[in-house]
């Protein structure tokens, strides 16, 4: 069965430090789509970033990067040089394929995380 | 662009009453749903809609109506409210209910059902 799990429920660190949070997920599927969205104390979802089940390059958008490993079905998020900004729940999702264009998204538990400064 | 539009943004019901949220989207996509969002569960997927008139259940229907008589609105509707209904509702649109899309989410909607 499909499945996300964030294990991390909560990280504090203090500003400066790199901190990464952790997704695995689970699914039949060999093509499906990976996600990361953003939940600010406002509490809005924001989108983050997209990964295909084919393209296991990681990527690196200023002091986010995301490493994405088909082997251990993992897709976990680096902040590197926190913010106070940076506070938010972060969840990861996923979306298979064969989902027959319902456009469900799979949603771990989240991840809260505070930046002290 | 407006995004997705969500209200109330705040809502307080007693058990039994009936009330609609509203969502509206303004990227012309075919799809929209509707989520609860409970602490340590994630986001759950409640009805969700590949375009105008066609409408389908998510993971967690009951208790929740919908329609879909425009490409814009998606509204939700409880129509006996139950505690068990508290909850943050987050409605999203994407371009189509493929996988591959990314979706929006509007700014939720707060509910507590007393």
């Known amino acids: 069965a499909q499945k996300v799990t964030q294990a991390q429920t909560e990280i504090s660190v203090v500003e400066k430090e790199d901190v990464t949070l952790d997704c695995v997920y689970e699914?039949?599927?060999?093509?499906?789509?990976l996600f990361w969205y953003k939940q600010p104390p406002s509490g809005e979802l924001v989108f983050l970033i997209r990964?295909?089940?084919?393209?296991?390059q990681n990527e690196i958008s200023g002091r986010y990067s995301w490493n994405f490993q088909k082997s251990t079905s993992s897709f976990n998020f680096t902040i590197t040089a926190s913010q106070v900004v940076d506070s938010a729940v972060y969840f990861c999702?996923?979306?298979?394929?064969?989902?027959?264009?319902?456009?469900?998204?799979?949603f771990g538990q989240g991840t809260t995380l505070q930046v002290k400064p | 662009n407006a995004g997705v539009t969500q209200t109330p943004k705040f809502q307080v019901l007693k058990t039994g009453q009936s009330m609609t949220l509203q969502c509206a989207q303004d990227?012309?996509?075919?799809?929209m749903s509707w989520y609860r969002q409970d602490p340590g569960m994630g986001l759950r997927l409640i009805h969700y809609?590949?375009?105008?008139?066609?409408?389908d259940q998510g993971e967690v229907p009951n208790g929740y109506n919908v329609s879909r008589s425009t490409t814009e609105d998606f509204p939700l509707r409880l129509l006996s409210a139950a505690p068990s209904q508290t909850s943050v509702y987050f409605c999203?649109?994407?371009?189509?209910?493929?996988?591959?899309?990314?979706?929006?989410f509007g700014p939720g909607t707060r509910l507590l059902v007393l």
């Open positions: 990227m012309n996509h075919e799809y």
């Open positions: 809609s590949v375009g105008a008139g066609i409408t």
């Open positions: 999702a996923l979306s298979e394929w064969g989902s027959s264009n319902t456009g469900k998204l799979i």
């Open positions: 699914t039949r599927d060999t093509t499906y789509y």
């Open positions: 990964r295909n089940s084919f393209d296991e």
């Open positions: 999203a649109s994407s371009r189509t209910g493929g996988s591959q899309e990314t979706q929006y």
